[in-house]
Protein backbone atom coordinates (compact mmCIF):
# COMPACT_ATOMS: atom_id res chain seq x y z
CA UNK A 1 0.00 0.00 0.00
CA UNK A 2 2.18 2.25 1.33
CA UNK A 3 6.33 1.93 0.28
CA UNK A 4 9.15 4.44 1.95
CA UNK A 5 12.38 3.30 0.44
CA UNK A 6 16.00 5.32 1.67
CA UNK A 7 13.78 8.49 2.21
CA UNK A 8 16.03 11.73 3.14
CA UNK A 9 15.22 14.59 3.58
CA UNK A 10 17.82 17.64 4.14
CA UNK A 11 17.46 21.17 5.62
CA UNK A 12 19.74 24.07 4.91
CA UNK A 13 19.53 26.96 7.61
CA UNK A 14 22.54 29.39 8.54
CA UNK A 15 24.94 27.31 6.64
CA UNK A 16 24.06 24.02 8.49
CA UNK A 17 22.78 21.02 7.07
CA UNK A 18 20.31 19.04 8.81
CA UNK A 19 19.41 15.46 7.53
CA UNK A 20 15.46 15.85 9.23
CA UNK A 21 14.89 12.40 7.53
CA UNK A 22 17.68 10.13 7.05
CA UNK A 23 17.23 6.94 4.91
CA UNK A 24 14.35 5.98 6.51
CA UNK A 25 12.39 2.79 4.84
CA UNK A 26 9.11 0.88 5.84
CA UNK A 27 6.41 -0.74 4.25
CA UNK A 28 2.51 -0.17 5.15
CA UNK A 29 -0.04 -3.04 4.20
CA UNK A 30 -3.53 -1.93 3.90
CA UNK A 31 -5.65 -1.71 7.09
CA UNK A 32 -2.62 -1.69 9.52
CA UNK A 33 -2.07 1.36 11.88
CA UNK A 34 1.54 2.07 12.33
CA UNK A 35 2.19 4.46 15.45
CA UNK A 36 5.41 6.67 14.77
CA UNK A 37 7.07 7.90 18.27
CA UNK A 38 10.14 9.61 18.82
CA UNK A 39 11.45 12.50 21.01
CA UNK A 40 11.10 16.14 19.53
CA UNK A 41 13.00 17.05 16.61
CA UNK A 42 13.79 13.29 15.05
CA UNK A 43 12.08 14.00 12.30
CA UNK A 44 8.94 11.78 12.29
CA UNK A 45 6.65 14.79 11.29
CA UNK A 46 9.14 15.72 8.33
CA UNK A 47 9.08 11.71 7.46
CA UNK A 48 5.17 11.77 7.59
CA UNK A 49 5.07 15.05 5.56
CA UNK A 50 7.20 13.18 2.80
CA UNK A 51 4.17 10.73 2.57
CA UNK A 52 1.98 12.93 0.72
CA UNK A 53 4.32 15.30 -0.96
CA UNK A 54 3.88 18.47 1.20
CA UNK A 55 7.19 18.30 2.32
CA UNK A 56 9.66 17.08 -1.30
CA UNK A 57 12.19 14.67 0.28
CA UNK A 58 15.86 14.96 -1.34
CA UNK A 59 16.25 11.49 -2.00
CA UNK A 60 14.95 7.36 -2.38
CA UNK A 61 10.88 6.71 -3.21
CA UNK A 62 7.42 6.70 -1.36
CA UNK A 63 5.86 4.54 -2.88
CA UNK A 64 1.42 4.98 -2.49
CA UNK A 65 -0.78 2.57 -4.43
CA UNK A 66 2.00 1.82 -6.96
CA UNK A 67 2.44 5.22 -8.03
CA UNK A 68 6.07 6.64 -6.66
CA UNK A 69 6.14 10.36 -5.66
CA UNK A 70 10.00 10.65 -6.93
CA UNK A 71 8.33 9.93 -10.31
CA UNK A 72 7.98 13.82 -11.43
CA UNK A 73 5.39 12.95 -13.70
CA UNK A 74 3.67 11.92 -11.14
CA UNK A 75 0.45 14.29 -10.07
CA UNK A 76 1.22 15.04 -6.90
CA UNK A 77 -2.91 16.49 -6.54
CA UNK A 78 -4.32 13.44 -7.35
CA UNK A 79 -1.88 11.40 -4.87
CA UNK A 80 -2.80 13.58 -2.18
CA UNK A 81 -6.71 13.40 -3.13
CA UNK A 82 -5.96 9.90 -1.50
CA UNK A 83 -4.16 10.73 0.92
CA UNK A 84 -6.18 12.11 3.99
CA UNK A 85 -4.11 14.34 6.50
CA UNK A 86 -4.55 15.76 9.65
CA UNK A 87 -2.61 18.57 11.46
CA UNK A 88 -1.53 19.48 14.89
CA UNK A 89 -3.26 22.99 14.30
CA UNK A 90 -6.27 21.73 13.02
CA UNK A 91 -5.79 24.10 9.81
CA UNK A 92 -9.92 24.35 9.32
CA UNK A 93 -10.70 27.32 6.59
CA UNK A 94 -11.85 29.88 9.06
CA UNK A 95 -13.50 31.80 6.72
CA UNK A 96 -15.49 28.79 6.09
CA UNK A 97 -18.53 27.10 7.48
CA UNK A 98 -17.96 23.55 9.27
CA UNK A 99 -19.81 22.07 6.05
CA UNK A 100 -18.21 24.47 3.66
CA UNK A 101 -14.92 22.87 4.79
CA UNK A 102 -15.70 19.58 4.15
CA UNK A 103 -17.68 20.01 0.78
CA UNK A 104 -14.81 22.62 -0.95
CA UNK A 105 -12.38 19.80 -1.76
CA UNK A 106 -15.41 17.01 -2.43
CA UNK A 107 -16.19 19.82 -5.71
CA UNK A 108 -13.74 21.14 -6.68
CA UNK A 109 -11.19 17.75 -6.62
CA UNK A 110 -13.45 15.22 -6.63
CA UNK A 111 -16.02 17.01 -8.72
CA UNK A 112 -18.73 15.76 -6.72
CA UNK A 113 -22.44 17.96 -6.98
CA UNK A 114 -23.45 19.98 -4.38
CA UNK A 115 -25.85 17.31 -2.93
CA UNK A 116 -23.72 14.48 -2.62
CA UNK A 117 -20.90 16.56 -0.98
CA UNK A 118 -23.48 17.90 1.32
CA UNK A 119 -24.88 14.41 2.08
CA UNK A 120 -21.67 13.10 2.51
CA UNK A 121 -20.59 15.96 4.88
CA UNK A 122 -23.22 15.98 7.38
CA UNK A 123 -22.92 11.73 7.24
CA UNK A 124 -19.12 11.91 8.43
CA UNK A 125 -20.12 15.20 10.76
CA UNK A 126 -22.60 12.84 12.37
CA UNK A 127 -19.33 9.96 12.24
CA UNK A 128 -17.30 12.13 14.15
CA UNK A 129 -20.19 13.56 16.87
CA UNK A 130 -20.98 17.12 15.83
CA UNK A 131 -23.92 17.13 12.60
CA UNK A 132 -25.42 19.86 14.85
CA UNK A 133 -22.29 22.33 14.10
CA UNK A 134 -22.74 22.31 10.61
CA UNK A 135 -23.46 25.78 9.77
CA UNK A 136 -21.17 26.98 12.14
CA UNK A 137 -17.78 28.55 11.93
CA UNK A 138 -14.50 27.14 13.36
CA UNK A 139 -13.94 29.77 15.66
CA UNK A 140 -17.08 28.61 17.14
CA UNK A 141 -16.05 25.45 17.94
CA UNK A 142 -13.81 23.98 20.99
CA UNK A 143 -10.07 22.17 19.84
CA UNK A 144 -11.32 18.91 19.79
CA UNK A 145 -14.08 19.75 17.87
CA UNK A 146 -12.06 21.52 15.33
CA UNK A 147 -10.20 18.44 15.10
CA UNK A 148 -12.91 16.12 14.54
CA UNK A 149 -13.68 18.39 11.56
CA UNK A 150 -10.90 18.08 10.58
CA UNK A 151 -10.48 14.31 10.46
CA UNK A 152 -13.94 14.30 9.04
CA UNK A 153 -12.85 16.54 6.45
CA UNK A 154 -9.89 14.33 5.14
CA UNK A 155 -12.37 11.20 5.19
CA UNK A 156 -14.47 12.90 3.00
CA UNK A 157 -12.04 12.53 0.33
CA UNK A 158 -12.32 8.94 0.84
CA UNK A 159 -8.69 8.68 1.05
CA UNK A 160 -6.74 5.16 0.83
CA UNK A 161 -4.74 5.94 3.93
CA UNK A 162 -5.04 8.79 6.91
CA UNK A 163 -2.11 10.88 8.18
CA UNK A 164 -1.76 11.97 11.82
CA UNK A 165 0.39 14.84 12.20
CA UNK A 166 0.71 14.89 16.53
CA UNK A 167 -3.53 15.27 16.17
CA UNK A 168 -3.49 15.40 20.03
CA UNK A 169 -0.52 18.03 21.20
CA UNK A 170 -2.52 21.17 20.38
CA UNK A 171 -5.66 20.28 22.68
CA UNK A 172 -6.48 21.07 26.53
CA UNK A 173 -6.04 17.47 27.74
CA UNK A 174 -9.85 17.44 28.44
CA UNK A 175 -9.84 16.85 24.74
CA UNK A 176 -7.49 14.61 23.87
CA UNK A 177 -10.07 11.74 24.48
CA UNK A 178 -12.96 12.88 22.10
CA UNK A 179 -10.43 13.00 19.00
CA UNK A 180 -8.34 9.37 19.88
CA UNK A 181 -12.09 7.75 20.44
CA UNK A 182 -12.40 9.21 16.51
CA UNK A 183 -9.47 7.85 15.86
CA UNK A 184 -9.86 4.38 17.32
CA UNK A 185 -13.15 4.02 15.66
CA UNK A 186 -11.46 4.53 12.37
CA UNK A 187 -8.85 1.88 13.09
CA UNK A 188 -11.30 -0.73 14.11
CA UNK A 189 -13.03 0.23 10.52
CA UNK A 190 -10.03 -0.68 8.96
CA UNK A 191 -8.59 2.09 7.89
CA UNK A 192 -4.99 2.28 6.95
CA UNK A 193 -3.41 4.95 8.98
CA UNK A 194 0.33 6.32 9.94
CA UNK A 195 0.12 8.20 13.09
CA UNK A 196 2.68 10.53 14.54
CA UNK A 197 1.58 11.37 18.44
CA UNK A 198 2.90 11.13 22.27
CA UNK A 199 0.04 9.40 23.21
CA UNK A 200 1.38 6.42 24.42
CA UNK A 201 -1.49 4.47 25.29
CA UNK A 202 -3.59 4.93 22.01
CA UNK A 203 -0.09 3.64 20.41
CA UNK A 204 -0.39 0.28 22.95
CA UNK A 205 -3.99 -0.11 22.21
CA UNK A 206 -4.41 0.40 18.71
CA UNK A 207 -1.15 0.53 16.41
CA UNK A 208 -0.54 -2.85 14.43
CA UNK A 209 3.50 -1.64 14.75
CA UNK A 210 5.48 1.19 16.41
CA UNK A 211 8.13 2.93 14.49
CA UNK A 212 10.85 4.48 16.84
CA UNK A 213 12.47 7.03 15.38
CA UNK A 214 15.51 9.61 16.22
CA UNK A 215 17.80 11.68 14.74
CA UNK A 216 16.00 11.09 11.34
CA UNK A 217 16.68 7.32 11.40
CA UNK A 218 14.14 4.50 12.10
CA UNK A 219 15.84 3.30 15.53
CA UNK A 220 13.55 0.36 16.44
CA UNK A 221 10.47 -1.49 15.27
CA UNK A 222 8.38 -3.89 16.43
CA UNK A 223 4.56 -4.61 18.49
CA UNK A 224 3.63 -2.78 20.33
CA UNK A 225 4.03 -5.35 22.96
CA UNK A 226 7.23 -5.83 22.23
CA UNK A 227 8.09 -2.26 21.96
CA UNK A 228 6.70 -0.84 25.10
CA UNK A 229 7.54 -4.35 27.23
CA UNK A 230 11.22 -4.92 25.76
CA UNK A 231 12.77 -2.78 23.79
CA UNK A 232 15.92 -3.70 22.77
CA UNK A 233 17.74 -0.48 21.97
CA UNK A 234 19.07 1.97 24.51
CA UNK A 235 17.71 5.16 22.78
CA UNK A 236 14.31 3.17 22.77
CA UNK A 237 15.01 2.79 26.41
CA UNK A 238 15.87 6.26 27.25
CA UNK A 239 12.93 7.71 25.86
CA UNK A 240 10.37 5.31 27.32
CA UNK A 241 11.48 6.01 30.87
CA UNK A 242 11.28 9.67 30.06
CA UNK A 243 7.55 9.36 28.78
CA UNK A 244 5.86 6.18 30.59
CA UNK B 1 -9.14 56.51 37.91
CA UNK B 2 -10.00 56.15 33.92
CA UNK B 3 -8.26 54.38 31.85
CA UNK B 4 -9.54 56.42 28.92
CA UNK B 5 -10.08 60.57 29.65
CA UNK B 6 -13.10 61.34 28.33
CA UNK B 7 -15.24 63.20 30.67
CA UNK B 8 -16.73 66.96 30.25
CA UNK B 9 -13.81 68.78 31.19
CA UNK B 10 -11.99 67.44 28.32
CA UNK B 11 -14.95 67.65 26.03
CA UNK B 12 -14.92 71.59 27.14
CA UNK B 13 -11.07 71.70 26.21
CA UNK B 14 -11.54 70.11 22.64
CA UNK B 15 -14.20 72.79 22.09
CA UNK B 16 -12.27 75.94 23.61
CA UNK B 17 -9.35 74.87 20.99
CA UNK B 18 -11.30 74.46 17.69
CA UNK B 19 -13.27 77.68 19.15
CA UNK B 20 -9.79 79.50 19.73
CA UNK B 21 -8.48 78.17 16.16
CA UNK B 22 -11.33 79.27 14.28
CA UNK B 23 -11.29 82.76 15.43
CA UNK B 24 -7.57 83.33 15.73
CA UNK B 25 -8.30 82.35 11.70
CA UNK B 26 -11.03 84.98 11.67
CA UNK B 27 -9.01 87.56 13.13
CA UNK B 28 -6.20 87.00 10.67
CA UNK B 29 -7.92 86.87 7.68
CA UNK B 30 -10.13 90.35 8.51
CA UNK B 31 -6.67 92.00 9.41
CA UNK B 32 -5.77 91.39 5.71
CA UNK B 33 -8.74 92.99 4.34
CA UNK B 34 -10.00 89.83 2.41
CA UNK B 35 -14.14 90.32 1.38
CA UNK B 36 -15.55 87.33 1.28
CA UNK B 37 -17.91 86.37 -1.10
CA UNK B 38 -19.55 83.11 -0.45
CA UNK B 39 -22.88 83.47 -2.46
CA UNK B 40 -20.93 83.14 -5.46
CA UNK B 41 -20.31 79.49 -4.40
CA UNK B 42 -23.46 77.98 -5.08
CA UNK B 43 -23.96 78.56 -8.77
CA UNK B 44 -21.20 76.40 -9.53
CA UNK B 45 -22.34 73.81 -8.16
CA UNK B 46 -25.89 73.88 -9.72
CA UNK B 47 -27.16 77.23 -12.21
CA UNK B 48 -30.24 77.95 -14.00
CA UNK B 49 -28.79 77.99 -17.51
CA UNK B 50 -31.20 79.84 -20.01
CA UNK B 51 -30.26 79.18 -24.01
CA UNK B 52 -32.05 80.79 -27.18
CA UNK B 53 -33.80 79.16 -29.27
CA UNK B 54 -33.03 80.46 -32.91
CA UNK B 55 -34.96 80.03 -35.81
CA UNK B 56 -32.55 78.80 -38.49
CA UNK B 57 -33.74 80.22 -41.88
CA UNK B 58 -35.57 83.48 -43.16
CA UNK B 59 -39.49 82.98 -42.44
CA UNK B 60 -42.50 82.91 -40.62
CA UNK B 61 -44.25 82.33 -37.24
CA UNK B 62 -46.77 80.75 -38.84
CA UNK B 63 -48.53 78.73 -35.21
CA UNK B 64 -48.11 79.02 -31.35
CA UNK B 65 -49.62 76.33 -29.22
CA UNK B 66 -49.08 77.44 -25.72
CA UNK B 67 -49.31 74.09 -22.95
CA UNK B 68 -49.13 75.49 -20.08
CA UNK B 69 -45.46 76.13 -18.93
CA UNK B 70 -43.79 75.51 -22.96
CA UNK B 71 -44.80 76.79 -26.20
CA UNK B 72 -44.56 75.19 -29.28
CA UNK B 73 -43.82 77.85 -32.01
CA UNK B 74 -44.15 76.59 -35.99
CA UNK B 75 -41.82 78.32 -37.96
CA UNK B 76 -42.51 78.74 -41.77
CA UNK B 77 -39.67 79.54 -44.16
CA UNK B 78 -39.72 80.84 -47.81
CA UNK B 79 -39.44 77.29 -49.08
CA UNK B 80 -42.77 76.27 -47.17
CA UNK B 81 -40.34 74.28 -44.98
CA UNK B 82 -41.53 73.80 -41.48
CA UNK B 83 -39.78 73.62 -37.93
CA UNK B 84 -41.19 73.21 -34.54
CA UNK B 85 -39.49 75.04 -31.56
CA UNK B 86 -40.24 74.62 -27.77
CA UNK B 87 -39.44 77.71 -25.66
CA UNK B 88 -40.59 78.23 -22.26
CA UNK B 89 -44.00 80.16 -22.45
CA UNK B 90 -42.92 83.57 -20.09
CA UNK B 91 -39.67 83.57 -22.13
CA UNK B 92 -41.49 83.71 -25.77
CA UNK B 93 -40.42 86.57 -27.88
CA UNK B 94 -42.25 86.20 -31.29
CA UNK B 95 -46.27 86.69 -32.08
CA UNK B 96 -47.92 85.12 -34.46
CA UNK B 97 -47.07 85.98 -37.87
CA UNK B 98 -43.97 87.58 -37.33
CA UNK B 99 -41.30 87.91 -39.77
CA UNK B 100 -37.86 86.40 -38.76
CA UNK B 101 -34.55 86.80 -40.35
CA UNK B 102 -32.17 83.50 -39.75
CA UNK B 103 -30.89 83.46 -36.50
CA UNK B 104 -33.38 85.85 -34.85
CA UNK B 105 -34.19 84.36 -30.97
CA UNK B 106 -37.47 82.56 -30.68
CA UNK B 107 -37.66 82.46 -27.00
CA UNK B 108 -35.46 81.02 -24.22
CA UNK B 109 -35.95 77.74 -22.63
CA UNK B 110 -34.18 77.62 -19.09
CA UNK B 111 -33.11 74.57 -17.22
CA UNK B 112 -30.93 73.32 -14.23
CA UNK B 113 -27.25 72.21 -15.05
CA UNK B 114 -24.59 71.11 -12.88
CA UNK B 115 -21.80 73.41 -12.28
CA UNK B 116 -18.00 73.35 -12.99
CA UNK B 117 -17.68 72.26 -9.18
CA UNK B 118 -19.98 69.18 -9.74
CA UNK B 119 -18.46 68.30 -13.04
CA UNK B 120 -14.61 68.12 -11.25
CA UNK B 121 -16.28 66.04 -8.74
CA UNK B 122 -17.68 63.24 -11.29
CA UNK B 123 -14.35 63.47 -13.09
CA UNK B 124 -11.91 63.11 -10.02
CA UNK B 125 -14.54 60.06 -8.80
CA UNK B 126 -14.83 58.09 -12.13
CA UNK B 127 -10.87 58.73 -12.78
CA UNK B 128 -10.37 57.70 -9.55
CA UNK B 129 -12.97 54.87 -9.50
CA UNK B 130 -11.03 53.31 -13.14
CA UNK B 131 -7.89 53.77 -11.62
CA UNK B 132 -8.80 52.04 -8.54
CA UNK B 133 -9.57 48.79 -10.49
CA UNK B 134 -6.62 48.74 -12.58
CA UNK B 135 -4.48 49.51 -9.84
CA UNK B 136 -6.26 46.52 -7.69
CA UNK B 137 -5.62 44.30 -10.56
CA UNK B 138 -2.34 45.42 -11.05
CA UNK B 139 -1.48 45.15 -7.74
CA UNK B 140 -3.24 41.49 -6.84
CA UNK B 141 -0.59 40.20 -10.16
CA UNK B 142 2.16 42.25 -8.61
CA UNK B 143 1.97 41.28 -4.86
CA UNK B 144 1.64 37.09 -6.44
CA UNK B 145 4.41 37.71 -8.30
CA UNK B 146 6.56 39.14 -5.24
CA UNK B 147 6.08 35.91 -3.67
CA UNK B 148 5.92 33.43 -6.30
CA UNK B 149 9.03 31.33 -6.81
CA UNK B 150 10.04 32.02 -10.38
CA UNK B 151 13.27 34.54 -10.15
CA UNK B 152 12.20 36.49 -13.12
CA UNK B 153 8.35 36.89 -12.34
CA UNK B 154 9.95 37.87 -8.64
CA UNK B 155 12.37 40.46 -9.90
CA UNK B 156 10.38 42.10 -12.53
CA UNK B 157 7.72 42.77 -9.79
CA UNK B 158 10.45 44.11 -7.20
CA UNK B 159 11.66 46.06 -10.16
CA UNK B 160 8.42 47.71 -10.68
CA UNK B 161 7.41 48.48 -7.51
CA UNK B 162 10.73 50.13 -6.71
CA UNK B 163 10.55 52.33 -9.47
CA UNK B 164 7.26 53.10 -8.56
CA UNK B 165 7.95 53.81 -4.65
CA UNK B 166 11.14 55.93 -5.70
CA UNK B 167 9.59 58.39 -7.81
CA UNK B 168 7.14 61.47 -7.32
CA UNK B 169 4.11 60.82 -8.26
CA UNK B 170 3.71 64.04 -10.42
CA UNK B 171 6.95 63.06 -12.29
CA UNK B 172 5.27 60.08 -12.66
CA UNK B 173 2.53 61.97 -14.29
CA UNK B 174 4.50 64.45 -16.26
CA UNK B 175 6.34 61.11 -17.40
CA UNK B 176 3.00 59.54 -18.34
CA UNK B 177 1.77 62.31 -20.36
CA UNK B 178 4.29 63.91 -21.77
CA UNK B 179 7.09 61.20 -22.98
CA UNK B 180 4.29 58.13 -23.13
CA UNK B 181 1.47 59.79 -24.24
CA UNK B 182 3.23 61.20 -26.76
CA UNK B 183 5.02 58.40 -27.67
CA UNK B 184 2.43 56.11 -28.23
CA UNK B 185 -0.50 58.81 -29.04
CA UNK B 186 -2.41 58.35 -25.76
CA UNK B 187 -5.42 60.79 -24.55
CA UNK B 188 -4.28 63.21 -21.42
CA UNK B 189 -7.46 60.71 -19.55
CA UNK B 190 -5.78 57.35 -20.46
CA UNK B 191 -2.50 59.23 -18.89
CA UNK B 192 -3.66 60.32 -15.58
CA UNK B 193 -5.51 57.04 -15.31
CA UNK B 194 -2.95 54.87 -16.54
CA UNK B 195 -0.34 57.02 -13.89
CA UNK B 196 -2.75 56.96 -10.89
CA UNK B 197 -3.18 53.03 -11.54
CA UNK B 198 0.83 52.10 -12.05
CA UNK B 199 1.38 54.50 -8.66
CA UNK B 200 -1.67 53.18 -6.76
CA UNK B 201 -0.50 49.20 -8.05
CA UNK B 202 2.85 49.23 -6.38
CA UNK B 203 1.71 49.86 -3.10
CA UNK B 204 -1.23 47.75 -3.29
CA UNK B 205 1.04 45.20 -4.42
CA UNK B 206 3.00 45.75 -1.29
CA UNK B 207 -0.36 45.30 0.99
CA UNK B 208 -1.52 42.31 -0.89
CA UNK B 209 1.75 40.46 -0.43
CA UNK B 210 1.52 40.92 3.46
CA UNK B 211 -1.87 40.02 3.09
CA UNK B 212 -0.80 36.76 1.46
CA UNK B 213 1.93 36.07 3.74
CA UNK B 214 0.16 36.63 7.04
CA UNK B 215 -2.23 33.71 6.30
CA UNK B 216 -1.14 30.59 8.29
CA UNK B 217 1.05 28.21 6.66
CA UNK B 218 -1.04 25.69 7.64
CA UNK B 219 -3.95 26.98 5.27
CA UNK B 220 -2.25 26.21 2.08
CA UNK B 221 -0.55 23.10 3.62
CA UNK B 222 -4.16 21.56 4.44
CA UNK B 223 -5.76 22.66 1.18
CA UNK B 224 -2.90 21.31 -0.87
CA UNK B 225 -3.43 17.89 1.28
CA UNK B 226 -6.83 17.65 0.27
CA UNK B 227 -5.58 17.29 -2.92
CA UNK B 228 -6.36 21.13 -4.49
CA UNK B 229 -4.27 22.90 -6.57
CA UNK B 230 -2.08 25.93 -5.84
CA UNK B 231 -4.43 28.16 -7.59
CA UNK B 232 -7.18 26.70 -6.45
CA UNK B 233 -5.94 27.00 -3.25
CA UNK B 234 -5.04 30.50 -3.81
CA UNK B 235 -8.67 31.84 -4.57
CA UNK B 236 -10.64 29.60 -2.35
CA UNK B 237 -8.27 29.71 0.60
CA UNK B 238 -5.79 32.11 0.74
CA UNK B 239 -7.20 35.39 -0.81
CA UNK B 240 -10.25 35.54 0.45
CA UNK B 241 -8.87 35.02 4.26
CA UNK B 242 -5.89 37.82 3.13
CA UNK B 243 -8.78 40.32 1.69
CA UNK B 244 -10.20 40.12 5.13
CA UNK B 245 -6.78 41.22 6.45
CA UNK B 246 -5.99 43.76 4.22
CA UNK B 247 -8.89 45.46 3.60
CA UNK B 248 -8.25 48.76 6.05
CA UNK B 249 -5.35 49.22 4.30
CA UNK B 250 -6.39 48.69 1.47
CA UNK B 251 -9.27 51.20 1.85
CA UNK B 252 -6.59 53.39 2.80
CA UNK B 253 -4.90 53.32 -0.08
CA UNK B 254 -8.02 53.92 -2.53
CA UNK B 255 -8.62 56.81 -0.52
CA UNK B 256 -5.38 57.73 -0.77
CA UNK B 257 -6.10 57.77 -4.45
CA UNK B 258 -9.04 59.69 -4.40
CA UNK B 259 -6.64 62.26 -2.97
CA UNK B 260 -3.88 61.99 -5.16
CA UNK B 261 -5.95 61.86 -8.32
CA UNK B 262 -6.11 66.09 -7.76
CA UNK B 263 -2.44 66.03 -9.37
CA UNK B 264 -3.85 65.28 -12.61
CA UNK B 265 -4.99 68.40 -12.85
CA UNK B 266 -1.19 69.44 -13.74
CA UNK B 267 -1.97 67.72 -17.28
CA UNK B 268 -5.17 69.60 -18.24
CA UNK B 269 -7.89 67.22 -16.90
CA UNK B 270 -10.60 69.21 -15.21
CA UNK B 271 -11.19 67.20 -11.88
CA UNK B 272 -12.05 68.63 -9.29
CA UNK B 273 -8.99 70.50 -8.31
CA UNK B 274 -8.85 72.28 -12.02
CA UNK B 275 -12.15 73.29 -11.79
CA UNK B 276 -11.57 74.86 -8.56
CA UNK B 277 -8.77 76.72 -10.24
CA UNK B 278 -10.55 77.83 -13.23
CA UNK B 279 -13.64 78.89 -11.12
CA UNK B 280 -11.09 81.34 -8.96
CA UNK B 281 -10.19 82.84 -12.83
CA UNK B 282 -13.45 84.25 -12.87
CA UNK B 283 -14.47 84.59 -9.21
CA UNK B 284 -11.30 85.92 -7.42
CA UNK B 285 -12.42 84.39 -4.36
CA UNK B 286 -9.89 81.62 -3.54
CA UNK B 287 -10.09 81.36 -0.07
CA UNK B 288 -13.85 80.53 -0.85
CA UNK B 289 -13.24 78.03 -3.37
CA UNK B 290 -10.39 76.01 -2.20
CA UNK B 291 -12.51 75.53 1.12
CA UNK B 292 -15.50 74.41 -0.71
CA UNK B 293 -13.08 71.94 -3.11
CA UNK B 294 -10.96 70.51 0.58
CA UNK B 295 -14.85 69.96 1.94
CA UNK B 296 -16.02 68.04 -0.68
CA UNK B 297 -12.60 65.91 -1.13
CA UNK B 298 -13.12 65.38 2.52
CA UNK B 299 -16.91 64.39 2.15
CA UNK B 300 -15.76 61.88 -0.96
CA UNK B 301 -13.05 60.32 1.72
CA UNK B 302 -15.65 60.04 4.68
CA UNK B 303 -17.90 58.47 2.71
CA UNK B 304 -15.70 55.85 1.33
CA UNK B 305 -14.36 55.26 4.92
CA UNK B 306 -17.90 54.27 6.35
CA UNK B 307 -18.46 51.86 3.48
CA UNK B 308 -15.21 50.09 4.27
CA UNK B 309 -16.18 49.99 7.83
CA UNK B 310 -19.56 48.41 7.14
CA UNK B 311 -17.87 45.68 4.54
CA UNK B 312 -15.25 44.93 7.24
CA UNK B 313 -18.35 44.43 10.00
CA UNK B 314 -19.92 42.26 7.24
CA UNK B 315 -16.90 40.39 6.77
CA UNK B 316 -16.16 39.58 10.22
CA UNK B 317 -19.25 37.20 10.63
CA UNK B 318 -17.13 34.32 10.55
CA UNK B 319 -14.40 35.30 13.59
Known sequence: ?244 | MNATQNGWPWKLLLVVILLGTAAGTWGAVSKIDYKWRWYRVPQYFLYHAEDAQKIPFDGTVSVIKKSGKSTTVVLLSETQEQVEVTVDSDELKVSEGESLFEGDTVGFTRQWRLGPLMMGLWTTLWLSAIASVFALVLGLVTGLAKISSNFTLRSLAIIYIECIRGTPLLVQIFIAYFFLGTVFNLSRNVCGVGALALFAGAYVAEIVRAGIQAIPKGQMEAARSLGMTVSQTMIEIILPQAFKKILPPLSGQFISLVKDSSLVSVIAITDLTKSGREIITSTFAPFEIWMVVAAMYLLVTSLLSQIVYYMERRLAVSD
Open chain 1, 1 to 244: MIKAKDVVKVFHSHGMTIRAVDGVSTEVEKGEVVVVIGPSGSGKSTFLRCINGLDMFDEGHVIIDGVDLADKKTNINKVRAEVGMVFQQFNLFPHKTVLENLTLAQRKVRKRDKKTADEKSRMLLAKVGIPEKADQYPSRLSGGQQQRVAIARALAMDPKVMLFDEPTSALDPEMVGEVLDVMKQLAREGMTMIVVTHEMGFAREVADRVIFMDEGKVVEVGTPEHFFTNPQEERAKLFLKQVL
